[in-house]
């Protein structure tokens, strides 16, 4: 195998009989492609596929095992990759390598024909029609990527905003205590007995206990372990609710939580995150007050088991017009204090631990909106294998006469 730089685009030529490698790989090269050449097709799993720009072979290269090896090429390709293969064939006689090519034919999807001994201006048409094809698919590669990087950023950028809002929150709660501390400390100095300075200090450990409550639990939203692993989601669900216990009674909002055991396999600290996204949405909604609920149980669908959080407010509901672009990114309707993107990663987090998010709203009177969320109790095995449709078999090109 003839060795280029490992960031060099190439051909792959596989040829194990005769002069045809040396005589394509050398055409190509004149004609302005970087080329491979090897003797069986085990040599392409040693280049990046981003690298790869497609595979020309004889037929003689499928035999003795070659076509299972070039199937698993095939099927080890990324998702992005439809890797453009052209086989030279000169309906050979030895044994077996005219079935072996009619297989080929009807399991390997991009796949370009040529009869040996082929024209020139035929095999180099052939080559540019895989040429651009494989350039298409890196620029949906490339364009994928960038996308994802996108979002990674809009990702990290709203749980930084999320951990704002929560040391607001906690900021806002410890006030309260540490305000009554101060007062029960000044009563202790001007205590006039020993008796009543040992009350009023029971009270201020109380209320230092309540700062420590609360520090620990907004400590605990970041502290989550970062892998999937079996969650008790009613205890995640009233860590999350306890956050935002002082909004709701500035609002007057009413609480009512019930919580069964339920287990969900995920990422405790990414549900913990959407869950509050949820209830913070909630608690938006009711600006004069109302009534949340907080629900937790365990359900069976289609026979697998799942945890179901549901979070339901008595707000003013979500008119129709908007709801198609409830969770497309930078949509939002609390005007300059609201991201557009909590929505969008709530569903992003949720389907990522393999769960599905639901939600329904009314603006009649009695308005409010539901919201359900649905994890899996086991890790779902990846059962989605790419299908590959019935390879068109385009009848062009073999080896240089």
């Known amino acids: 195998m003839t060795k280029l730089a490992a960031n060099v685009p190439r051909f792959l030529v596989v040829a194990p009989l005769g002069r045809d490698g040396e005589l394509i790989c050398g055409f190509l090269n004149r004609s302005g492609y ?66 072996i090519v009619s ?33 298409k698919q890196l620029q949906v590669r490339d364009a994928a990527a960038r996308q994802f990087q996108s979002d ?77 692993a079996l969650t008790d989601v009613s205890e995640l669900a009233l860590s999350a609710i306890s956050l935002f216990r002082g909004k709701l009674r500035e609002r007057q909002i009413r609480e009512r939580v019930t919580a069964e055991r339920a287990f969900g396999y995920c990422c405790e600290g990414e549900i913990r995150q959407a869950l509050a996204n949820l ?49 497309r990114q930078f949509f939002t309707t609390k005007g300059s204090s609201g991201t557009g993107l909590g929505l969008w990663l709530t569903r992003d987090i949720v389907q990522k631990n393999g769960g599905r998010l639901r939600f329904r709203s009314r603006t009649d009177s009695p308005s409010g909106t539901v919201f ?7 890790p779902l095995v990846d059962q989605a294998k790419r299908e590959e449709p019935p390879g068109s078999q385009a009848k062009a090109l073999g080896a240089i006469a």
């Open 34 to 99: 970087c080329t491979d050449r090897a003797a069986h097709l085990h040599a392409a799993e040693e280049i990046d596929s981003a690298m790869l720009l497609g595979v020309i072979l004889t037929d003689e290269a499928l035999l003795r095992g070659g076509l299972e090896a070039f199937k698993q090429l095939i099927h080890a390709q990324p998702v992005w990759s439809d890797l453009p293969a052209i086989l030279l064939t000169s309906c050979s006689t030895e044994l077996g390598c005219v079935a």
């Open 103 to 135: 297989r080929a034919r009807t399991e390997v999807r991009n796949l370009i024909l040529l009869d040996r001994p082929v024209r020139k201006d035929m095999l180099l048409s052939a080559i540019q029609v895989a040429y651009g094809a494989r350039q």
């Open 152 to 228: 990674e950023a809009l990702r990290k950028s709203e749980h930084l905003a999320v951990a704002g809002r929560l040391v607001a929150t906690m900021a806002h709660e410890v006030n309260n205590p540490l305000e009554a501390l101060g007062n029960l400390l000044f009563l202790v100095e001007n205590s006039s007995s020993l008796e009543e300075a040992h009350s009023i200090g029971h009270l201020a450990a109380k209320e230092l206990r309540r700062i420590s409550e609360i520090v620990e639990r907004t400590l605990r939203f970041n502290r989550a372990p970062a892998k999937p």
């Open 279 to 327: 209830i913070g949405n909630a608690v938006d909604a009711m600006q004069n007050g109302g009534s949340l609920r907080l629900h937790v149980s365990q359900v069976s669908i289609r026979g697998v088991e799942h945890a179901r959080l549901t979070v339901a407010d008595t707000g003013t509901g979500i008119r129709k017009e908007i709801r198609p672009e409830l969770f």
């Open 372 to 378: 359900s969320m649905y994890l899996p109790s086991t």
